[in-house]
Structures are given as C-alpha cells and as structure tokens.
C-alpha cells in the first residue's frame, strides 16, 4: 500500500510540474516549436517566401529551388533579396535562364553582380526576367513586346514554333501555383540606358 501511494505521489507531482511548465510557456509566449527557432536564428529571412507548405502546388521560386538546373538563379535571386517578389500572389511568368546561359555571359560577370555593392544592378537583370501574367508559350506568340518588372519592355519573336522572349529562346515551361515559369537559354539583359 504504501508503494502505491508513493508512486501515485511521484506521478502527481509529475504532473503537476508539466502543467505549471506548459503554464508557464503558454504566459511567457515562449515555444519550442522548430519553426519559432528557425525563425529566430535567422533574422534575414521573413517573409512569404520562408513558410514551408507542401500541400500547395509550388510557386516559381520553390520551381526554380528544386531545379538542379537553376542554381545559379536561385543564387542570384536571394543575393538581390527578391524571393519575397517570387511567391506574391501573381500571376507571374518568370523566364528563367539555366545555369549554362549564366556560364554563357563574360568571364566574372555573375561572380560581380552577386557581390553586395551590386545588388541594385543584379535586381534590375531579374527583373527583367519577370512580367505580370499566366501565359503558355502558344499565346506568347501573340505578342511583340512584354513590359517586364522593372518598367522596361522586351521583346517577343517567332522563329517557326520556337518563341524567344529577348533573345532567349523558351525550351520549357513549368505551371506553378503563382504563375508559369518559362526555362530560357540565355540571360535576358535589359537594354543599356
């Protein structure tokens, strides 16, 4: 008898700690959930692009993240801070330039616009890369001209079925849940001012 109480003592006062512990928690706001911590431990990164949700269909920035083709975008994407611009609601159509059509440009052209003192002159290239709308390469050859992101305007050609948005020729497009991503073979660079 006196083994069962003192073990009904030891649980009673087990719990009675976890509910002043959860009690505590609960009037403080502290948790310890993972997504708190990471959230604190890395002060940089809030904003829409940072929730994780594998339920939705993914937008063009966790397209682009996912692609093992598209490294040296999502660099430059992150490097200029616009993964915020990538999930907003849309529609957007981003043309995206492989990695090869990075490796394409001059001898230390990326490695320079990933520095920080060129982050406006990066962010200005991307945006170029970026237009309001959901359209399928089909109804691109309806246009002539696109106005990109940042205020300038490129242009569209037909070249049998191929269309190119700047020069750069779309060789796939991926739906996403923001938009479309078109896969483009060169860097699309806004006209010299």
């Not at 904003?47 to 692609?67: H, K, M, R």
């Amino acid at each position: 008898m006196e083994t069962t109480n003192f073990k009904f003592l030891i649980g009673s006062f087990f719990l009675l700690m976890l509910f002043l512990n959860c009690k505590n928690e609960a009037k403080n706001g502290e948790t310890t959930s993972p997504a708190a911590s990471s959230v604190s431990a890395d002060s940089e990164k809030q904003g829409q692009a940072f929730i994780e949700d594998d339920e939705s269909t993914p937008n063009v920035l966790q397209i682009a993240i996912g692609s093992p083709d598209h490294t040296t975008l999502v660099a430059a994407v992150q490097a200029a801070s616009l993964e915020n611009a990538l999930v907003n609601a849309g529609p957007l159509m981003v043309f995206a330039p492989t990695n090869e059509a990075f490796d394409a440009l001059p001898e230390g052209t990326v490695t320079d616009l990933l520095k920080p003192e060129n982050k406006a002159a990066l962010a200005n290239i991307l945006k170029h890369h970026v237009t309001a709308g959901n359209y399928d390469k089909e109804f691109l050859k309806k246009f002539k001209k696109l106005g990109q992101a940042n205020d300038q305007n490129t242009t569209v050609e037909v070249k049998g079925d191929d269309v190119y948005v700047g020069g750069a020729k779309i060789i796939a497009s991926i739906p996403a849940g923001n938009g479309i991503v078109h896969v483009v073979d060169k860097v699309i660079l806004p006209p010299s001012e």
